[in-house]
């Protein structure tokens, strides 16, 4: 019999993937983790000529050098981090990024810590590299952000690492300036990896991203083109690392993609040199659809905090698989809390990376089941 290694097994397919099944042709999905505008036209022409020119063979391992120069660029400017092209690899998107960091530094018997509820790689990427994630509680009362001192309670002598992510996924938290230097000193104070995922840093509204590579030596950078330039598909993304690990995760990239697609890599190049006015007009639209859906929902009596980026909503209830259940039957897909890790329980969320219309034709369907009135 074919038998799949244990770790693999003990890992579920992400229940976003499985509410995917279920889309009809009337539905509405609000379960996609993905911008719906096109990518913008400068980005597309630059695919076409790099295909012109014949620019179709392996790059460098790490990726292109105008790339990586620009991608430090863009961190030393934007984030204040003292980045090197040397100190970054290009990545099979910032999914990569995180799988061959953790890869690269968990070990069998580990901790990680994560935020909970979080993205679902963070879990899957720390089971596969044989560690055991912890989970950090982000709390309402605290608007879902990761506060260092419910950090610091996880930490122990097994601890390996600690994954933030700002603004975040599911619930768009945005992490103070204080909480973001209270990460790095506790990786600076327990010799820890902070590992920063900030695929989302445009995506905010009214506040100010904080990266803590800023702050500390121990962090690694984790971002991407995929929902600042609505280029999903591309599959580009990169991390930036402090020189004594870029040997040790360069290993994981290498032997497991070689490098990043060609075409990918002069996409994002335009992506950064060209004009940002479509990053900010996709900004604002995505801050027109928040203000709509958590309008909606409150005037609906369903709970919910302010997100102050991403493009995810998470309210809570006390039963919300039976709410996703009812708005299925509505062709409205959702996805309950609880695919989020423990403590998303309670809660389900909405991605509001869909037209205003389409939206504005959700809420009437979530509305007309009158669900807080039963
Ligand atoms: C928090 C977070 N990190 C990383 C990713 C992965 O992005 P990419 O498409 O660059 O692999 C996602 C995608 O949903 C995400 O939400």
């Known amino acids: 019999m074919m038998k799949p290694a244990k770790r ?3 890992i579920d397919l992400s229940g976003i993937r499985k509410m995917f099944d279920m ?3 009337d539905s509405i999905n609000l379960a996609l983790g993905e911008p719906d505008f096109d990518t913008p036209s400068h980005i597309r022409e630059a695919v076409k000529e790099a295909l012109d020119e014949g620019f179709t063979h392996y790059t460098g391992n790490t990726g292109i050098m105008e790339l990586r120069e620009a991608i430090a660029h863009k961190l030393q400017t934007d984030n204040h981090i003292n980045a090197s092209p040397e100190s970054i690899i290009v990545t099979v998107g910032a999914s990569g990024a995180l799988y061959s960091s ?4 968990v070990e069998e018997g580990d901790d990680v810590i994560i935020p909970d509820p979080g993205f679902v790689a963070y879990d899957a990427c720390v089971k596969l590299s044989g560690g055991r994630s912890v989970s950090a509680q982000l709390k309402d009362e605290n608007d879902f952000r990761m506060i260092p ?3 610091l309670e996880q930490v122990t002598p097994r601890t390996k690492a600690i994954i933030m992510n700002s603004p975040g996924n599911p619930t768009g938290a945005v992490l103070e300036k204080e909480d973001v230097k209270g990460m790095a000193d506790i990786a600076d104070d327990h010799d820890l ?5 900030e695929i989302y840093d445009k995506i905010i509204y ?3 991203h904080y990266s803590p590579a800023h702050y500390s030596d121990n962090v690694i950078t984790v971002n991407g083109f995929s929902k600042t330039y609505a ?3 591309f599959r580009i993304g990169y991390l930036s690392i402090p020189s004594k690990l870029t040997e040790e995760i360069l290993k994981i990239h290498q032997y497991s993609v070689t490098c990043t697609t060609s075409i990918s890599q002069k996409a994002a190049l335009a992506a950064l040199q060209g004009p940002q006015d479509s990053v900010d007009q996709m900004r604002d639209e995505f801050q027109r659809r928040r203000d709509l859906v958590v309008g909606r929902l409150r005037d609906m009596g369903i709970e919910c905090n302010q997100p102050h980026g991403a493009f995810y909503v998470f309210p809570r209830m006390d039963n919300p698989e039976k709410f996703v259940e009812a708005a299925l039957k509505k062709d409205v897909v959702l996805v309950p809390g609880s695919s989020f890790g423990k403590y998303g329980e309670g809660h389900f969320r909405i991605s509001y990376a869909t037209s205003y219309e389409d939206l504005q034709e959700a809420m009437d369907r979530l509305e007309s089941l009158n669900w807080q009135n039963k």
């Not at 953790?102 to 530094?105: G, L």
């Open 8 to 10: 693999v097994e003990s």
């Open 23 to 25: 889309v009809g042709e």
């Open 102 to 105: 953790i890869n690269a530094i």
């Open 149 to 151: 001192e419910d950090v």
């Open 193 to 197: 990896i902070l590992i920063s995922d």
């Open 206 to 208: 009214g506040k100010k």
């Open 231 to 233: 280029m999903t598909g």
